[in-house]
């Protein structure tokens, strides 16, 4: 039986501990995937409990010097074997489609019941799943973790001190203090090596401080070992702002939840709630479920779900969202989704599955790094005896450069150079209503070169409207032109009669039921009006019955094409009465938002199914100029295929399920929201609000995400070409080489986390 769990991991303080936990898990029998995300200290585990049990990978876990607990509030859910192949996206040992664990996969809770004296052990969970006793590395442990380097540092002030006043003795402080600070590392390193890991920068730290110790640099090695504890502490309280950061930007739920039994009202953990459950919001609280008004008026904020700043009015059979902001009145809602399904424990979940598909640059640093220490450790060993032994030089200076090599070969200020960026900022779009699936997906966002739009339900409201009315003669009015279309379309349920008959009833027309209905499949309709033959539809089904079309009604029919609408003639089997244009109006905002692309460089595009005409009208009303109509959804994959042969990365925005095939072949692929559920499901990037000045913003975090990562990566690389220089030529001691590489990542780390205050809006 596979089970998919989701844990927290304590102790790990660099990107390389994310990947050697990771590695070695992905080894073990029974463990069919695996993604450790370091900068939310999230472990995503799948694996077969009749072949490795959860003791197992604690133990597994703790043998590399972290610990690890399932979940808090969260139940494991119970996956098929066979799933584990079937991912359009996956890395070296991980694989998660969509949002896996929630609407495709069934979990098992024991909450069914609705006793309100519920027990709950443990810490209180957030209506997400998520517990307040996260635990870090450098939390509660924060002090025990800072006295060996503090013991170190003192050590090596009192030797300097005793070493200025003569006592011959110092050196034993200095070894003291080296012992004390240096034992964490030394066993960091043992049991990476004893796990088959090889040697990371705590073994090699250690290999450095003892080989100063023997060269009598008492000092060094003390200094060395100590300032690596103090920066691998820097490292961990920066690791923790990190994931803070990631995770005050998501935690948004409040942690119990009032809820009503009868007569009686009960506050309980926002985790116990189930569905059917009733909650009680009072005005400026956060609704702590997903769930649906069933008493009260109130407008609610949902810019934490959605981005969408302006509150949205909410009444009974409205949807809430847990994490979102009640307003001035209160409401009373039903649960629709246990805490550990609701939309914002699907962003959540998302964004701590953002590491198993992982950008471009982070697997190409990750392949590096995997040759990068091995090649160090060789340059150190002939550095250290090649060199004396091939030029006769005096081989002390040079075993102490050596050394010094082995503390440069760490790459992990390189390593956390992107990771920590790809997750705060999917973190910043998540809390902006944009879903980004994965570092791929980012990186893809700030490549994009083109962008390609569908029209209905994308560039347009996907809600067809009728827009003109035209009688065909001076004794014909509007009401008798709406009287008879809407009596004809009464019993249709295609969306052209829906337009009709909202129009007919926003006018005040009242119409009859048409008898005898009957659909003409691509003509229009026929049905018996006040006792008469009456019909809706094409100018070819009039002219098929016999009855002709005035030449000015064709010419309207033609204009209305032109303006986008699809005309509809509605008459009798005498004459036709008139002409109803109807449209699929624009969005209010299309037009400002592709200007914006455009504007940002990107070539903008329309697909469409629809005619040339229409497809031209609708075109001109947003400002673009590159439009494809009478395209299939094959033809509008191939469609895109042109576009990125022209000018290369290719996104594609549609509505998630009619345009399938081309958002599979876009990168990324681009869902307009449609709702919660659908957006959450499809594509690599989701809008959870309609709005497509979003993506505009999307693509601009993206660039700036880049931008952050090359920064990173660009200060690591020239910061290790510079140390490697200063060690050979002798300049750099190996104390401030130590320092430089523990800055390093602490840098990178804050460098990264400044994305998390990307302002830029739509506007």
Same mark, same amino acid.
């Given at each position: 039986?596979?089970?998919?769990?989701?844990?927290?991991?304590?102790?790990?303080?660099?990107?390389?501990?994310?990947?050697?936990?990771?590695?070695?898990?992905?080894?073990?029998?029974?463990?069919?995937?695996?993604?450790?995300?370091?900068?939310?200290?999230?472990?995503?585990?799948?694996?077969?409990?009749?072949?490795?049990?959860?003791?197992?990978?604690?133990?597994?876990?703790?043998?590399?010097?972290?610990?690890?607990?399932?979940?808090?509030?969260?139940?494991?859910?119970?996956?098929?074997?066979?799933?584990?192949?079937?991912?359009?996206?996956?890395?070296?040992?991980?694989?998660?489609?969509?949002?896996?664990?929630?609407?495709?996969?069934?979990?098992?809770?024991?909450?069914?019941?609705?006793?309100?004296?519920?027990?709950?052990?443990?810490?209180?969970?957030?209506?997400?799943?998520?517990?307040?006793?996260?635990?870090?590395?450098?939390?509660?442990?924060?002090?025990?973790?800072?006295?060996?380097?503090?013991?170190?540092?003192?050590?090596?002030?009192?030797?300097?001190?005793?070493?200025?006043?003569?006592?011959?003795?110092?050196?034993?402080?200095?070894?003291?203090?080296?012992?004390?600070?240096?034992?964490?590392?030394?066993?960091?390193?043992?049991?990476?090596?004893?796990?088959?890991?090889?040697?990371?920068?705590?073994?090699?730290?250690?290999?450095?401080?003892?080989?100063?110790?023997?060269?009598?640099?008492?000092?060094?090695?003390?200094?060395?070992?100590?300032?690596?504890?103090?920066?691998?502490?820097?490292?961990?309280?920066?690791?923790?702002?990190?994931?803070?950061?990631?995770?005050?930007?998501?935690?948004?739920?409040?942690?119990?939840?009032?809820?009503?039994?009868?007569?009686?009202?009960?506050?309980?953990?926002?985790?116990?709630?189930?569905?059917?459950?009733?909650?009680?919001?009072?005005?400026?609280?956060?609704?702590?479920?997903?769930?649906?008004?069933?008493?009260?008026?109130?407008?609610?904020?949902?810019?934490?779900?959605?981005?969408?700043?302006?509150?949205?009015?909410?009444?009974?059979?409205?949807?809430?969202?847990?994490?979102?902001?009640?307003?001035?009145?209160?409401?009373?809602?039903?649960?629709?989704?246990?805490?550990?399904?609701?939309?914002?424990?699907?962003?959540?979940?998302?964004?701590?599955?953002?590491?198993?598909?992982?950008?471009?640059?982070?697997?190409?640093?990750?392949?590096?790094?995997?040759?990068?220490?091995?090649?160090?450790?060789? =340059?150190?060993?002939?550095? *250290?005896? /090649? %060199?004396?032994?091939? @030029? $006769?030089?005096?081989?002390?200076?040079?075993?102490? #450069? +050596?050394?010094?090599?082995?503390?440069?070969?760490?790459?992990?200020?390189?390593?956390?150079?992107?990771?920590?960026?790809?997750?705060?900022?999917?973190?910043?779009?998540?809390?902006?209503?944009?879903?980004?699936?994965?570092?791929?997906?980012?990186?893809?966002?700030?490549?994009?070169?083109?962008?390609?739009?569908?029209?209905?339900?994308?560039?347009?409201?996907?809600?067809?409207?009728?827009?003109?009315?035209?009688?065909?003669?001076?004794?014909?009015?509007?009401?008798?032109?709406?009287?008879?279309?809407?009596?004809?379309?009464?019993?249709?349920?295609?969306?052209?009669?829906?337009?009709? =008959?909202?129009?007919?009833? *926003?006018? /005040? %027309?009242?119409?009859? @039921? $048409?008898?005898?209905?009957?659909?003409?499949?691509? #003509? +229009?309709?026929?049905?018996?009006?006040?006792?008469?033959?009456?019909?809706?539809?094409?100018?070819?089904?009039?002219?098929?019955?016999?009855?002709?079309?005035?030449?000015?009604?064709?010419?309207?029919?033609?204009?209305?094409?032109?303006?986008?609408?699809?005309?509809?003639?509605?008459?009798?089997?005498?004459?036709?009465?008139?002409?109803?244009?109807?449209?699929?109006?624009?969005?209010?905002?299309?037009?400002?938002?592709?200007?914006?692309?455009?504007?940002?460089?990107?070539?903008?595009?329309?697909?469409?199914?629809?005619?040339?005409?229409?497809?031209?009208?609708?075109?001109?009303?947003?400002?673009?100029?590159?439009?494809?109509?009478?395209?299939?959804?094959?033809?509008?994959?191939?469609?895109?295929?042109?576009?990125?042969?022209?000018?290369?990365?290719?996104?594609?925005?549609?509505?998630?399920?009619?345009?399938?095939?081309?958002?599979?072949?876009?990168?990324?692929?681009?869902?307009?929201?449609?709702?919660?559920?659908?957006?959450?499901?499809?594509?690599?990037?989701?809008?959870?609000?309609?709005?497509?000045?979003?993506?505009?913003?999307?693509?601009?975090?993206?660039?700036?995400?880049?931008?952050?990562?090359?920064?990173?990566?660009?200060?690591?690389?020239?910061?290790?070409?510079?140390?490697?220089?200063?060690?050979?030529?002798?300049?750099?001691?190996?104390?401030?080489?130590?320092?430089?590489?523990?800055?390093?990542?602490?840098?990178?780390?804050?460098?990264?986390?400044?994305?998390?205050?990307?302002?830029?809006?739509?506007?």
């Amino acid at each position: 039986m596979v089970v998919s769990e989701r844990w927290v991991v304590r102790g790990m303080d660099c990107a390389h501990c994310a990947s050697r936990l990771e590695k070695t898990l992905a080894r073990m029998e029974g463990v069919k995937r695996v993604s450790v995300n370091f900068a939310t200290g999230a472990l995503l585990l799948e694996y077969d409990v009749t072949k490795v049990l959860p003791a197992d990978l604690k133990r597994a876990i703790a043998a590399l010097g972290y610990s690890a607990e399932a979940r808090s509030g969260t139940s494991p859910s119970y996956v098929h074997d066979g799933d584990a192949g079937n991912c359009k996206d996956h890395s070296e040992h991980d694989c998660h489609c969509g949002l896996e664990g929630h609407s495709h996969v069934h979990s098992h809770s024991d909450s069914d019941d609705h006793d309100y004296d519920r027990s709950h052990t443990g810490s209180h969970v957030h209506a997400h799943g998520h517990s307040h006793d996260h635990g870090h590395s450098h939390g509660e442990g924060g002090v025990r973790e800072l006295l060996p380097p503090l013991a170190g540092a003192i050590g090596i002030g009192l030797g300097f001190l005793l070493r200025r006043l003569g006592y011959d003795w110092y050196w034993a402080v200095y070894l003291g203090a080296s012992l004390v600070a240096g034992y964490p590392v030394a066993r960091a390193g043992l049991r990476s090596l004893l796990a088959g890991m090889g040697a990371d920068i705590n073994l090699l730290t250690t290999v450095a401080g003892i080989g100063a110790l023997f060269l009598g640099e008492w000092a060094e090695g003390a200094a060395v070992l100590t300032l690596f504890s103090v920066g691998e502490y820097l490292e961990g309280m920066a690791s923790d702002r990190a994931r803070r950061s990631i995770r005050e930007a998501l935690d948004l739920a409040p942690p119990t939840a009032r809820v009503r039994q009868g007569e009686v009202i009960a506050v309980i953990p926002a985790g116990d709630l189930v569905p059917g459950d009733t909650v009680i919001i009072l005005p400026g609280e956060r609704i702590p479920a997903d769930g649906r008004v069933i008493l009260g008026d109130s407008s609610v904020n949902e810019a934490p779900i959605t981005g969408e700043s302006v509150p949205v009015e909410k009444a009974r059979g409205s949807e809430v969202y847990a994490g979102t902001l009640n307003g001035e009145g209160s409401l009373e809602i039903i649960v629709t989704r246990e805490a550990h399904d609701t939309t914002l424990a699907r962003i959540v979940s998302m964004v701590e599955d953002a590491q198993s598909k992982k950008a471009v640059s982070e697997r190409l640093i990750d392949r590096f790094a995997r040759y990068w220490t091995p090649a160090m450790i060789l =340059l150190s060993v002939l550095v *250290a005896f /090649g %060199v004396p032994l091939a @030029t $006769g030089a005096e081989i002390r200076p040079w075993i102490y #450069r +050596g050394l010094t090599v082995l503390i440069v070969s760490c790459p992990c200020s390189l390593v956390i150079s992107t990771p920590v960026t790809v997750v705060a900022a999917i973190a910043r779009a998540a809390r902006n209503g944009v879903l980004i699936k994965g570092g791929v997906h980012l990186e893809d966002l700030g490549r994009v070169r083109a962008i390609a739009f569908d029209k209905t339900g994308t560039v347009t409201k996907g809600k067809m409207s009728v827009e003109t009315v035209l009688p065909a003669a001076p004794d014909v009015t509007e009401e008798q032109v709406l009287f008879t279309a809407a009596s004809v379309e009464s019993r249709s349920e295609h969306p052209l009669a829906k337009a009709i =008959l909202e129009h007919a009833e *926003a006018k /005040g %027309v009242t119409y009859e @039921t $048409g008898e005898h209905f009957v659909s003409l499949r691509g #003509r +229009g309709a026929k049905a018996k009006v006040s006792g008469r033959n009456a019909y809706v539809g094409s100018e070819a089904l009039f002219l098929e019955l016999g009855v002709s079309v005035p030449d000015d009604i064709r010419e309207k029919v033609l204009e209305l094409r032109r303006m986008g609408q699809t005309a509809v003639l509605a008459g009798n089997g005498e004459r036709v009465l008139g002409v109803i244009g109807i449209s699929d109006q624009v969005r209010n905002e299309a037009k400002e938002a592709l200007a914006r692309l455009s504007d940002m460089g990107l070539h903008v595009t329309v697909h469409t199914g629809d005619d040339e005409v229409t497809a031209a009208a609708v075109a001109e009303k947003i400002g673009v100029k590159s439009f494809k109509a009478n395209l299939l959804p094959d033809q509008k994959q191939e469609a895109l295929r042109e576009v990125r042969k022209a000018y290369g990365r290719t996104a594609m925005v549609g509505d998630g399920v009619n345009d399938a095939p081309s958002l599979a072949e876009a990168s990324p692929g681009i869902a307009m929201g449609q709702g919660a559920d659908v957006a959450l499901e499809t594509a690599d990037v989701a809008l959870l609000k309609d709005d497509l000045r979003k993506i505009a913003w999307a693509v601009e975090l993206g660039r700036a995400s880049r931008a952050l990562i090359f920064q990173n990566i660009a200060f690591s690389i020239a910061l290790k070409s510079v140390a490697l220089v200063a060690v050979l030529g002798g300049v750099l001691p190996i104390w401030l080489a130590v320092m430089a590489d523990s800055g390093a990542a602490v840098i990178v780390t804050l460098n990264g986390l400044r994305i998390l205050g990307f302002k830029k809006e739509n506007n």
